[in-house]
């Protein structure tokens, strides 16, 4: 069963934060909430059928990885995850980045025009932005390319093949940022990949695999099982990739944060966070650490700061 969609928010204008702690934090308070329930979907092909509750002709409007600003003051752009917890039962679940505003005096989440942030009624094709490969761009195979979805004996959805729309069997979504151009960076589990989509949802460039920097271990990338690409030994653990992304204050370069520690670390209590030039769209090849507290919890948002980065 799906569970309810939560949105919490700081007092901060710009600042999405999870509100769940295990310590003290006075300079935060939950002032609101609001919620989408799980029964909530837009159109779409149908989803769901390899889990065994189909939904005819919808799409879930629900599991939210990552949260950006949206058209107008009180509306956000949220992007799904990859669907239905797995990339081997999310090959219908379309990849989309929706737009919605939360009303914390009712309680409920509406959708709204993805340009304009108008309230609509329900959510529709003017709620969000569909990630598309139409220019074939995504060097290895997706799932609009398949006559069946994997391990079944479904036909993939039409639509899904004549417009290559992109699935949770494809990216794992988990993060993106927005580029002053107007374009879109997304961070992926799978690979992970970064990869890089313009306004209208379509991708512009193969996805970009992250070089193995550190020299650990034997594979000169940083690969996970579940990358399609996968040459030798994946030295990530799945569900590890891209958890958070930054982007500084001068808009010219990414933050890019694993979730999980490579496997032959032998620092597994440190996070690796790789510099990204926008401008040469490449690694730096600057790495950073972030230090993981004694229980390892991991990060679910990456920020600049305002007041350093």
Excluded: C
Excluded at 260 to 271: M, V
Aim: aromatic share 12%; glycine share 10%; net charge negative.
């Amino acid at each position: 069963m799906l569970k309810r969609s939560y949105l919490l928010f700081s007092s901060l204008p710009s600042l999405i934060v999870p509100l769940i702690f295990t310590s003290p934090a006075a300079a935060v308070q939950l002032t609101g909430r609001a919620i989408l329930e799980a029964d909530t979907f837009a159109p779409g092909p149908t989803s769901g059928q390899q889990i065994s509750i189909p939904f005819t002709d919808q799409q879930p409007v629900q599991g939210f990885s990552a949260v950006l600003p949206g058209p107008k003051p009180g509306t956000f752009r949220v992007t799904t995850d990859n669907g239905f917890g797995s990339k081997s039962n999310s090959a219908d679940f379309l990849l989309r980045v929706y737009a919605v505003e939360p009303d914390f005096t009712t309680g409920q989440v509406f959708p709204v025009n993805f340009q304009t942030g108008e309230r609509l009624a329900s959510f529709s094709q003017d709620s969000f932005l569909q990630l598309n490969d139409g220019t074939n761009q995504i060097d290895f195979p997706i799932i609009a390319e398949q006559s069946f979805y994997p391990g079944t004996t479904i036909p993939v959805d039409q639509r899904i093949q004549s417009n290559r729309w992109l699935t949770g069997a494809d990216f794992d979504i988990e993060s993106f940022r927005q580029a002053s151009d107007g374009t879109y960076w997304f961070g992926d589990e799978f690979g992970p990949f970064l990869f890089h989509v313009a306004a209208d949802g379509q991708v512009l460039d193969a996805p970009i695999s992250l070089p193995n920097f550190l020299g650990l271990g034997d594979n000169p990338l940083v690969q996970s099982p579940h990358n399609p690409q996968l040459d030798g030994t994946a030295n990530l653990g799945g569900s590890k990739g891209f958890e958070g992304l930054a982007l500084n204050s001068s808009g010219n370069k990414l933050y890019a944060m694993l979730e999980g520690a490579l496997i032959p670390d032998n620092q597994g209590d440190r996070l690796l966070i790789n510099e990204f030039d926008l401008d040469q769209q490449q690694y730096t090849g600057k790495t950073f650490f972030y230090q993981r507290d004694p229980q390892g919890r991991a990060i679910g948002v990456l920020f600049k700061s305002k007041k350093r980065q």
